[in-house]
């Protein structure tokens, strides 16, 4: 009889050790999900041409729009220049476009506001927090990031984001405009039953079901005040949303939700020998893909 218990109790506690190390494992390393700023597969480049014709003669200002990313020696991305897909009058896009050094610390990622050299980095524009997966449970931005973009108002944004079945759930933005008419609202993401992207924040999509890619990145929604959703969405952390399982065929950018669907057909996706999707083209132009890495 002691001779059993003692087997139970060893076995308890064998099993209470394997316990503790798979959550020691999961404590200090992200197993579960890849970090997105460390080489693989990665765009360095995602680039609207609809305002390329307006600024062509004025090489001296790259058109970095939505975002290109700059790596060191191993691939890891140290700096984001973007622009945000609600700020669409031509001369916003430069003025009010941001350069953002990538910078992390533990499971905090800094996003550091460069000055006009492109060397001191003058402000913290945002903080992304990781859970210990590996995944962002939250994001702060400072006024640079929410819809009005002046100092003077001081506002802040804080996004946080849920999780179900290992995919993006909802994200909820609070914004506070320096204690003028703070807000908040939070968005349910849906899926398909192929996993991918279907509905959010009044932007639907449509897919065609019998064609697959090895790799995708859409991000061409109207962004509203979501900036920093679509700022982690341009480093990689949201891939169940930026590149869906089947071929994207047409989005609709409407307040109405879903079912109500004006389909904007996507058109003439171009892949390279991999199987990445490299180019596709909608009503307002062509959108370029280049990936980092290869």
């Known amino acids: 009889m002691k001779k059993a218990n003692s087997l139970r109790i060893g076995s308890f506690a064998m099993a209470l050790l394997l316990l503790l190390n798979s959550c020691r494992k999961g404590t200090y390393s992200y197993d579960h999900f890849p970090d997105p700023l460390a080489g693989g597969d990665q765009v360095a480049e995602y680039h609207s041409a609809q305002f390329d014709s307006l600024f062509n003669p004025l090489p001296q200002h790259p058109l970095h729009y ?19 897909n609600d700020w669409q009058y031509p001369l916003e896009i430069i003025p009010f476009q941001l350069d953002l ?27 992304i927090y990781l859970g ?9 931005g400072n006024y640079r990031l929410v819809a009005n973009r002046t100092a003077e108002s001081q506002g802040i944004e804080k996004t946080f984001f849920t999780y179900r079945d290992h995919r993006l759930f909802s994200v909820r933005t609070d914004i506070n405009y320096g204690g ?12 398909d039953p192929y996993g991918n992207l279907l509905s959010f924040a009044g932007n639907s999509y449509q897919y065609d079901y019998t064609r697959k890619a090895k790799l995708q990145f859409y991000c061409d929604d109207y962004m509203g005040n979501l900036h920093e959703f679509y700022l982690l969405q341009y480093l990689g952390y949201f891939p ?9 065929t047409a989005y609709n950018q409407s307040p109405e ?38």
């Open 132 to 140: 210990w997966d590996g995944r962002p449970d939250s994001c702060v």
């Open 240 to 248: 169940e949303i930026t590149s869906p399982e089947n071929i994207r």
């Open 180 to 191: 003028f008419f703070p807000s908040s609202e939070t968005d349910t993401v849906h899926y």
């Open 101 to 127: 050094h990538v910078f992390d610390k533990g499971r905090i990622i800094y996003l550091l506001t460069l000055d006009t050299t492109g060397h001191d980095a003058t402000d913290t524009s945002a903080r």
């Open 66 to 84: 939505l975002f290109g990313k700059k790596f060191d020696h191993s691939g890891k991305v140290t700096e984001i220049i973007c622009s945000f």
């Open 257 to 294: 939700p879903p079912p109500v669907f004006t389909p904007i057909p996507v058109t003439n996706h171009q892949f390279d020998p991999e199987g990445r999707l490299i180019g596709y083209h909608v009503k307002i132009g062509t959108f370029s893909i280049t990936w980092a890495g290869h």
